[in-house]
């Protein structure tokens, strides 16, 4: 069925990609993005949208947090992807009023729209976060299965960075995370990530508007903005790999994360516009794969083939975790497979990273959190 869709944030890095998708599959989509400068330079400015945005959707310029163009911009929508949003963990620990309004207050806005207007919306989809979780989930040889909050202060200090018991202090081994842990959000990125999931499936359910949360891992791929020092780590050391710089490692490098290659975030996507199995759900979106920081690193400075060595700090970026992978199960018994392998999505990233022009933002950012004390 031919589906009239609202992609918030749809001129960004995931929206964009899930904007070709929806226009592959015949669907009629409109954009909606506030061309955020951070990420998409001066083409608010100039008037102008990012060269990869398809031709064929309509686009709109607005902020999440202006309830007229909003409202809008609602005006014949059959779906919402709500993919807007500011995405970085270490900034948001120190620009705390701008998170929390572009994110929790931007969604506040448009739940308002749903609960006060007139609309067609039968379908919300929310761009959630597994940086709600914490730390992810841990097996302790003592107590089984364990949730560790935060490292303390002391531990990171003594540059200890593994994590422990929470009851007995052993060190503990990462296990696949899945969607009943305990959420212990660590960030105020992080925060507002977990305020748009519930606000969104509060309202979803209070006003009968099917509603699915999908809580992405860490995505990568082309159209990541390598100009934004904020952005994740992939695109920040292909652009610093790029203009000749080391990439920098925080901790030791051995933290981890279950990098997700951004077709198969648009895939799940996809399948929670299909499914109605899905809604009023929470569904993890990555591969089930750890990687250390220190692999991605590497990879990249591999498919470059460039002489550089990374450059280890040993320093703790504040509101960081430690280990966090998916259990993905509850989403593959409806169908998804994560399809592309980390190599071939490096490979694909770094082909896209050599035609692009990337400016190296990220020393002013590490000073940024450095003179806060944030790393
Ligand atoms: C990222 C996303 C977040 C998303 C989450 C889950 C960004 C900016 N953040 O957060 O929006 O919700 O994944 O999908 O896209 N690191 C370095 N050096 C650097 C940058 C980072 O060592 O220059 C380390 C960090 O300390 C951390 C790890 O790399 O340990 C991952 O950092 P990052 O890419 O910012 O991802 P998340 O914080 O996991």
Redesign the pocket.
């Known amino acids: 069925m031919t589906e009239r869709i609202l992609v918030t944030g749809g001129a960004g890095f995931i929206g964009s990609h899930l904007v070709d998708a929806l226009l592959d599959a015949g669907h009629s989509v409109r954009v909606f993005d506030s061309l955020e400068p951070q990420v998409h330079g001066g083409l608010r400015e100039r008037g102008e949208w990012p060269d990869y945005l398809a031709a064929d959707c309509e686009k709109v310029l607005g902020d999440v947090r202006d309830r007229d163009a909003l409202r809008k911009a609602f005006d014949g929508m059959d779906v919402v992807f709500h993919q807007a949003a500011a ?4 900034q948001s620990m120190y620009e705390v009023a701008r998170y929390v309004d572009a994110n929790t207050r931007g969604t506040a806005v448009l739940l308002d729209i749903l609960a006060n207007e007139r609309h067609s919306v039968r379908k919300l989809v929310v761009a959630s ?3 709600i979780y914490g730390e992810g989930k841990y097996h302790c040889d003592k107590h089984g299965e364990v949730y560790p909050k935060l490292r303390s202060e002391g531990q990171l200090a003594a540059r200890d960075w593994e994590m422990r018991c929470p009851m007995c202090g052993r060190p503990v081994e990462p296990l696949p995370t899945g969607e009943d842990k305990p959420l212990h959000a660590t960030s105020i ?1 992080a925060i507002t ?1 977990k305020d748009q999931e519930e606000m969104c499936l509060t309202i979803g359910r209070a006003y009968g508007i099917p509603t699915v949360a999908l809580r ?4 990568y791929g082309p159209r990541q903005a390598l100009s934004n020092p ?4 992939a695109a ?2 292909s652009g610093r790999l790029l203009n000749g710089n080391p ?5 030791d490098g051995l ?1 981890s ?1 279950d990098f997700t290659h951004v077709s198969d975030i648009v895939q799940a996507n996809l399948l929670a516009l299909a499914r109605e199995e899905m809604d009023d759900g929470v569904f993890n979106v990555g591969t089930g794969q750890a990687l250390t ?1 220190l692999d991605v690193a590497e990879a990249l400075i591999e498919h470059l083939a460039v002489q550089v060595e990374p450059e280890i700090v040993r320093k703790f ?1 504040a509101g ?1 975790i430690r280990h966090c992978f998916a259990d993905v199960s509850r989403l593959q018994a409806l169908g998804y497979r994560p399809r592309v392998r980390f190599e071939d999505g490096m490979a694909e990233l770094v082909a896209w990273v050599r035609q692009q022009q990337a400016v190296d933002g ?1 020393e002013r950012a590490r000073q940024e959190l450095a003179r806060r004390g944030l790393a």
């Open positions: 995405v970085g963990v270490g976060s597994m940086s990125y990530k992405y891992f860490n995505t904020y952005t994740g780590v920040i050391f990439p920098v490692i925080f901790e933290q994360r920081i970026r960081d990220f």
